[in-house]
Structures are given as C-alpha cells and as structure tokens.
C-alpha cells in the first residue's frame, strides 16, 4: 500500500471506523534513520490504533527504526516481509527476505529488544519455487521462536522474477487452506489472513479458522465497506454516521492541512470512492479530480462535490456494508 495508506487516508479511514488497526505505507528503516523523520513518521493521534509498517534487513537499523517509531507514539512494529516489487527487492527486503529465515528472525530479535511494543510480521506463503508448506512452516517457526507476536499472511506465494507487484496480486492462486494449517500448527501466535477478501462475510468465515483479517485495496476503493466493522467484529453498536457527516467530520482535518500548505489533492485522492455505487458518486468523483488539484483549491471543492450526491439515510446499507476495514488485524 506505498504511497496509499498516507496519514490522510487513515485520518479519513478513522472517521469510518474507530477500531479497526490501521497501517502505515512501508518506510524503509534506512529513510527513518537517516531522513526526514517527522514527514516520514508524523500521524494525528486519532489514527490509534496504527502500526508503523518497516521494510528492512539490517538488524541494528530495523532496532533502532522500531525504537523511533515507538518514541512516535505507534502501537506496533510490522516488518514487511511480503512486497514483491524489484525496487524492494533491490533493497533486500520484502517478499524476498522469505528465502532468509534466519536473518528475518535476527531481525524481529533485534526490534523486540529494542521496543516495548508488539512486533509483528507480514509474508506471503512462499517465493518462487520456495514454495513448500515445509519451508512455509520453518520460516514461521524461526520468527516465531526469535519473538514475533502476529503474524500477517498474504494468502498468495510471490513470484520475483517475472511478475508485476500488480500481477503478484492477481495471478498466483490463492491458498487459504494453508494460512488454516499454520493456524493450526502455531495455535499460539495470532495469525492474520490477507489477501482477496472484499466482503464482511468473508471476514466473518476466516475469522472461524484463523485471529483476524486484513483488508487493503478493496476497502480504499470502496471506503464504506468499513461502516459496519465496528458492529460486525469488534461488538460497537454506536451510531454509524452518514457518509456526508464523515465528509464533514474530515472538513477540519483538511483545513489544517491546507494551512499547513499541503495541496488538496495530496488529500482529497484518498476520498473518491466515499460514495461508490450511491447516485451521484461519479459525479463526486469526476467533480473532485477536475478541481482539487488547482493551486487555490480548498474545501468549498469537497462541499460543492458532496452537494452532487443525495443525501443517504445513514449507516450501511446491508448491501454495502461488507467487509474489514483496510489495512487491519
């Protein structure tokens, strides 16, 4: 989710949801150790609760990355061991760290030394023909050993020569079947399915195999799949707003962004699909990419595209509200 799941989209994605866990993009432990710390890692406090997600394989600069992101103020510590793009494997880090068990567990043994909070994982099943439940099974049991307290599976192995990340996330099969027997053989770690869930159906099924779900592209594309959660899972049955009263809930936030000189559509991007499949949602969509990216542009663009739709009655719709809020465990 790099260059999606900025703080202006979980600000807007907590609007909808009060429980659901939220992730950062992944930062590269070198870029916090040696850059701009207080744009790589600044959040809004309402974002809690939100993990920092790292992407890495040095020990000594993950450690000192988890120790900086616990001084910020996260609740957690993910290291990506998942990404399949080249330029993430150029790095040495992400799905291809799968092939380097043993480094990976140096790796989360160094950030639990270093920090006070949760330490989690998130991999994929297997990496080109490392694709084993017998690999699967030691590479889990390595971390796991070395003081991984989640783990978070993308149901799906990576395949690193020869695929697009967007192929990555498409072509190869999905295998839950194998996340239910790592659940099974690891009954004590907490483990997180991900991968191809768009419905809270779907949620409510894993959740009878497996610790909890997470969700990332369906639920950005679609944000009011997130309305029901907090009912659905987490047992909240406090008053769903309307997607207008979020909109206007997000108005302050933007305002102090603007303020801030931050461009509206750095934040109106992670908005457009609020109204998706309601009467008008197009029109809210075109009207905010034809406007927000001007250079005066404010908030009267937000108001004026809200004004194109219907008001709707509030809450979710039965048919609409159906899935995990993205990304979460």
């Given amino acids: 989710m790099m260059e999606w799941t900025d703080r202006h989209c979980r600000v807007f994605m907590r609007r909808i949801s009060r429980h659901a866990r939220l992730y950062t993009e992944m930062v590269t432990s070198a870029a916090i150790v040696h850059g701009d710390r207080d744009r790589l890692l600044g959040f809004d406090a309402c974002e809690h609760p939100v993990a920092l997600q790292l992407g890495g394989s040095d020990p000594q600069e993950l450690a000192e990355s988890a120790r900086i992101g616990e001084q910020y103020g996260y609740d957690e510590i993910n290291l990506n061991c998942g990404c399949p793009s080249d330029r993430v494997q150029s790095g040495r880090f992400g799905a291809c760290l799968m092939g380097e068990p043993a480094l990976v567990a140096r790796c989360v043994a160094a950030m639990r030394a270093a920090v006070g909070i949760p330490v989690t994982v998130k991999c994929r099943i297997g990496i080109d023909d490392r694709d084993s439940y017998e690999e699967l099974h030691d590479f889990v049991q390595q971390i796991r050993d070395a003081g991984t307290q989640v783990l978070v599976v993308h149901a799906r192995k990576a395949i690193l020569q020869g695929l697009s990340p967007k192929e990555n996330r498409d072509i190869p099969p999905l295998v839950y079947p194998t996340v239910y027997r790592l659940k099974e053989d690891f009954p004590d770690l907490p483990i997180v399915i991900n991968g191809g869930i768009a419905t809270l159906e779907q949620c409510k099924e ?119 809020p993205a990304p979460t465990h």
């Fill in 206 to 324: 894993h959740l009878s195999r497996v610790d909890g779900v997470m969700l990332g592209r369906a639920a950005y594309h679609e944000p009011w799949l997130m309305a029901a959660v907090d009912a659905a899972l987490f047992g909240d049955d406090h008053p769903v707003a309307t997607r207008h009263e979020v909109l206007d809930g997000f108005m302050p936030y933007v305002e102090q962004q603007l303020a801030a000189g931050v461009r509206l559509n750095a934040v109106s991007r992670h908005i457009l699909g609020l109204f998706h499949g309601r009467p008008g949602g197009r029109l809210f969509r075109r009207y905010i990419a034809e406007n927000a990216y001007k250079r005066d542009a404010g908030c009267e663009v937000l108001r004026e595209a809200a004004g194109l739709v219907p008001s709707d009655p509030g809450g979710p719709e039965p048919e609409a509200s159906r899935a995990w």
